[in-house]
């Protein structure tokens, strides 16, 4: 059998805490510290343990050629490569059955993206599935008698001034425009109407935030994007996914937006009250957002930006530098007719890539934003200290 090493890993040196409830018991603190190893490795969500053996030969096979697995028994305790094997950290070149032919797949779709190593372990990694913030939330208040902000102390003073006040350069402030008034109205909405929102608005605030404006056949094989935001390499590698709840004229479903041809391409039809429940967790419980009419997952492509920033330093930086773009310009198209807009980091990315049937390190979910009306009555918090949407 002919294997090589999958193709980026870290492996990560954990010291873990746990309680020995029998040591508790006879009046010591109960705490065991561990150390121990860890691989996180690009092609797995699961974090893989160690011992220093698989370590060591870890460290000795390479991920660029295929070896014989007999040659490097000579060298390696077969029993460590065969546990590296079916660790899926060893890859077969022709997989003999279904686990391992998984890593297989896997490995390669990681191969084929150009990632840079680093970025690739940290956005396998952070990526939640089944994370639950409200049930975190109870958790931590029947933790602790002291509340969230009690816990965390102060904070660091709200601006990094750099200078005494009486060395500074005022600047005059600019006569207020159209884009402040607008500005000042922008206020993210955790209080949705539960009616539906109309076609129009739907529409156009999808245009004016992730529409194509222009299209450039740039180079034999490479078009490019004209949009109302910036994006890096003028890729435009972030794409619109939408869950759709309450939309005149469209059945709740799930959706892929076209920003060329302006139009939805339908994925999925569902009951309003599949929908309901996919909203919840998407956004991981958080229930203001799972009542906006509609949510919208910025899924970057980085296939499509790797292509040309291959294994770069930057790349993964600059496609959620690209989100946050997008979600900028729908919550200005929102705010500008009317309507309330929001975003949310705090998503479960594993069952948004299982429901649009996204390959997670070709294509995947940075955020979840949304917009929709606002409710007549603020029942969850919002941040609008000038009152600039709500009376006082
Ligand atoms: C990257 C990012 C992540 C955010 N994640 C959350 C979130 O998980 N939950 C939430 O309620 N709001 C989230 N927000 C919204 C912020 O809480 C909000 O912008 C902030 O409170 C300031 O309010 P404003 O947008 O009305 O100025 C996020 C905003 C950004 C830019």
Redesign the pocket.
């Known amino acids: 059998m002919q294997v090589r090493r999958c193709v980026t890993v870290l492996v990560e040196p954990r010291e873990s805490v746990d309680f020995d409830l029998a040591e508790l018991a006879l009046g010591e603190t109960g705490v065991r510290e561990r150390l121990g190893w860890l691989a996180l490795a690009a092609h797995c969500d699961e974090e893989i343990p160690l011992d220093a053996a698989e370590v060591a030969v870890l460290g000795a096979v390479s991920p660029g050629h295929w070896q014989s697995l007999d040659d490097l028994s000579q060298r390696h305790p077969r029993a460590v490569l065969e546990a590296l094997l079916a660790k899926g950290l060893l890859i077969a070149q022709e997989p003999t059955d279904e686990a391992t032919r998984r890593f297989a797949q896997a490995d390669e779709a990681v191969r084929a993206v150009h990632w840079r190593g680093l970025s690739a372990i940290a956005h396998r990694h952070t990526r939640w599935c089944d994370v639950d913030t409200e049930e975190a939330e109870r958790l931590f208040s029947e933790a602790s008698p002291q509340t969230f902000l009690e816990r965390l102390g102060a904070a660091p003073s709200v601006v990094g001034e750099r200078a005494a006040s009486s060395s500074r350069l005022p600047l005059e402030k600019p006569s207020l425009s159209p884009l402040d008034a607008l500005m000042d109205r922008?206020?993210?909405c955790?209080n949705f109407d539960p009616a539906p929102l109309s076609h129009d608005a739907f529409s156009a605030v999808l245009y004016r935030a992730f529409g194509a404006r222009a299209v450039s056949d740039y180079a034999p094989g490479v078009q490019l994007l004209k949009k109302g935001v910036p994006s890096a390499g003028g890729l435009h590698a972030t794409e619109v996914y939408l869950l759709v709840q309450r939309v005149e004229g469209v059945p709740p479903g799930l959706y892929h937006y076209h920003p060329i041809a302006h139009a939805l391409e339908p994925l999925h039809e569902l009951a309003a009250d599949e929908a309901a429940s996919l909203a919840r967790r998407f956004v991981a419980a958080?229930a203001?957002?799972a009542g906006a009419p509609l949510q919208i997952a910025l899924v970057s492509r980085f296939e499509r930006n790797f292509w040309k920033y291959r294994n770069h330093a930057k790349a993964y930086r600059a496609v959620i530098l690209d989100a946050?773009h997008l979600?900028q310009a729908m919550y200005l198209a929102a705010t500008e007719m009317n309507l309330g807009a929001?975003?949310?980091?705090?998503i479960n990315e594993v069952e948004i890539e299982q429901a649009f049937g996204l390959g997670p390190m070709a294509e995947g979910p940075l955020?979840v934003c949304g917009f929709g009306v606002r409710a007549q009555a603020r029942v969850t918090v919002?941040?609008?200290p000038a009152h600039r949407v709500w009376a006082a």
Not at 342 to 346: L, M
């Open positions: 922008r206020v993210t955790r958080q203001y957002y946050g979600s929001f975003i949310t980091a705090a955020a919002e941040f609008d």
